[in-house]
Structure formats: C-alpha cells, structure tokens
C-alpha cells in the first residue's frame, strides 16, 4: 500500500502557462522525491500597462508518493 501526499505550488512563466506548469514541477522535484502528478487547479495572467499578457501564472497541486 502507497501513501501520498498532495503539496499546492504556485509557479510563473513570462513565456506560456506550459512553461510555467513546467518550471512548477521542475522545482517541487528538487525537493520532493516520488512526485508522480500535477493538477492544475488554477491559472491567471498579469497584463501589462500597454495590454499585454506580461506574466503566466498556474496554481497547481503536485502529488508526490510517500516512501515506505
């Protein structure tokens, strides 16, 4: 039997909201071991004074795998 544990992150991307997931779980893996899933619960953007999008934010909750 498995036991997980689910951690919220909050990640930024000037660039996608893929590249913000990306940058998430490339971070929650430095310091989580056994991370197995990521869901998306949550995603804005920060728009700039001349209308564009300047900032990809995700809220996301990362599943990570308990060791025995």
Do not use: C, P
């Not at 997980?4 to 930024?12: G, M, P």
């Amino acid at each position: 039997m498995s036991i997980a544990k689910v951690s919220e992150i909050i990640a930024t991307s000037s660039v996608s909201y893929e590249d913000a997931v990306a940058q998430g779980v490339k971070r929650a893996t430095k310091t989580l071991k056994n991370v197995k899933s990521a869901w998306v619960s949550d995603h804005t953007v920060a728009v700039g004074d001349d209308g564009s999008i300047t900032e990809h934010k995700v809220r996301m909750k990362v599943t990570f795998v308990l060791n025995d």
